[in-house]
């Protein structure tokens, strides 16, 4: 059982905006603004899509888009196009060197 | 460029422990700049942190893991190591290792699969 919640899926069509939930506590989402998302397409390496809640690396579209109310933090993927059809995970730290992942998302582009 | 490539065996016995090597390479692992970690994806399911390494040699693991995990740096070689013991088959999955941050990792390598199985 993974520690943040997640949807097992999400879908759109292309050009929509779809958003990914992500749950946790008041141990790890509620408290710290260290939440991040992963990208990862089949038989490939997690890519950071976002961290420190809503913080975009370098070569990152800004059509994804993170941010947290409470103990949920959320990723808005706008703009929807066929190659964000992956799964994503969120993280957070949880305290005491912690670290907890979501148990991902399967994103469709209908 | 930061370059990171994990190597070890495919195929571990049940019992046996799991040894996994992460070379970096486009950098140095005694940079202050960058925690090492390991994470794992179980076929089918999501994925899990498992442990991280400071360039001091300081380590973190999952209270799920802790007692079976150790973690540790080799700067002759430039490269970190996982050692998983006691495997069982729910140790199976896709071992990765990746850098930057305690709180999140930017480059990754691209993977290896360990099963567990007699």
């Known amino acids: 059982q993974s520690a943040l919640t997640q949807p097992p899926s999400a879908s759109g069509s292309p050009g929509q905006s779809v958003t990914i939930s992500c749950t946790g506590t008041s141990s790890d989402v509620g408290t710290y603004n260290s939440v991040s998302w992963y990208q990862q397409h089949p038989g490939k390496a997690p890519k950071l899509m976002i961290y420190d809640v809503s913080k975009r690396p370098s070569g990152v579209p800004d059509r994804f888009s993170g941010s947290k109310s409470g103990n949920t933090a959320s990723l808005t993927v706008s703009g929807l196009q066929a190659e964000d059809e992956a799964d994503y995970y969120c993280s957070s730290y949880a305290g005491s060197n912690n670290l907890v992942f979501g148990g991902g998302t399967k994103m469709t582009v209908l | 460029q930061l370059q990171l490539q994990e190597s070890g065996p495919g195929l571990v016995k049940p019992s046996e422990t799991l040894s996994l090597t992460c070379t970096v390479s486009g950098g140095s692992i005694s940079s202050a700049n960058y925690y090492w970690s390991w994470i794992r994806r179980p076929a089918g399911k999501g994925l899990e942190w498992i442990g991280t390494?400071?360039?001091?040699?300081?380590?973190y693991y999952s209270p799920s893991l802790k007692g079976r995990v150790t973690i540790s740096l080799d700067t002759s070689k430039n490269q970190f190591s996982l050692r998983l013991n006691s495997v069982t088959a729910t140790d199976t999955a896709a071992y990765y290792c990746g850098g930057r941050s305690f709180y999140f990792m930017d480059v990754w390598g691209k993977g290896t699969t360990v099963t567990v199985s007699s």
């Open positions: 390494i400071y360039y001091s040699g300081s380590s």
